[in-house]
């Protein structure tokens, strides 16, 4: 009995004794273990950085072997600089031109050019010329004023029958005492119509003449027409 105690109590110091030198010795063990690991880690990370490096050097040789292949390349000129475009202004709208007024003749009536008589209601083949050219007994171009004197009886004619028959110009009854008047072809003329321009100058003059009317105009052409019209308006 007392060699089992003996032997338990023996058994039990051994173990208490041991345990701690098992302890410590697993506890430097895993020191030394983390590091080698870390020192491990330390090398592989310097071979890493190593082979990156070389990578890089290795890379940047190729690329100025590059360069030196390749031909001299012109050097670019800058871009020129453009100047600056200005604002573009409104256009204006274009100005629009006055009538033309008729050019005024000269005061001198030997200076003054004819009348134009080349509208189509002149050439109307119902004036006929008359051959015989007997001087005027007016002055062309007189201002109608000169027959506004004491005695003459001058009106105008609103009858627009007259405005068609002869375009371009204003017609003036024109009536004398029995007594004056002008004579036409041993005829006294004491009733007519006076014709003015728009510059109030006289270039024709018309009356009735054994039953015709007669036209005679300032380039001292003379024209007949027997249309019933002014026999009837004379009337």
């Known amino acids: ?13 051994a173990s208490v004794t041991i345990l701690p030198t098992v302890s410590a010795a697993s506890f430097w063990n895993n020191v030394d273990r983390q ?7 330390e090398r592989l990370r310097r071979e890493q950085q190593e082979r990156e490096r070389q990578e890089k050097e290795r890379k940047e040789r190729e690329r100025q072997e590059q360069i030196k292949k390749r031909p001299p390349q012109k050097p670019q000129k800058p871009p ?47 004036w006929r010329q ?46 004398d005492r029995p007594d004056r008047g002008f004579w036409y072809r041993g005829h006294r003329i004491t009733d007519a119509v006076m014709f003015y321009d728009a510059f109030d100058d006289l270039v024709s003059v018309g009356f009735m003449y054994n039953g015709v009317f007669m036209f005679v105009r300032d380039d001292n052409n003379a024209f007949e027409n027997r249309d019933s019209f002014f026999l009837t308006w004379w009337h």
């Open 80 to 126: 020129q600089q453009q100047p600056p475009k200005l604002p573009q202004q409104p256009q204006r709208p274009p100005q629009q031109q006055p009538p033309k007024q008729p050019q005024r003749p000269p005061k001198h009536p030997q200076q003054r050019p004819q009348h134009s008589w080349n509208h189509p209601s002149y050439r109307n083949p119902q």
């Open 1 to 13: 009995m007392k060699k089992w105690v003996t032997s338990l109590l023996i058994a039990l110091f």
């Open 130 to 175: 008359d051959v015989r050219r007997d001087a005027p007994p007016f002055q062309w171009y007189e201002k109608r004023s000169r027959y506004s004197a004491p005695g003459y009886r001058m009106e105008p004619i609103y009858d627009r029958s007259w405005n068609d028959r002869f375009p371009g110009l204003r017609a003036y009854r024109w009536q």
């Open 35 to 41: 590091e080698q690991q870390k020192q491990e880690n």
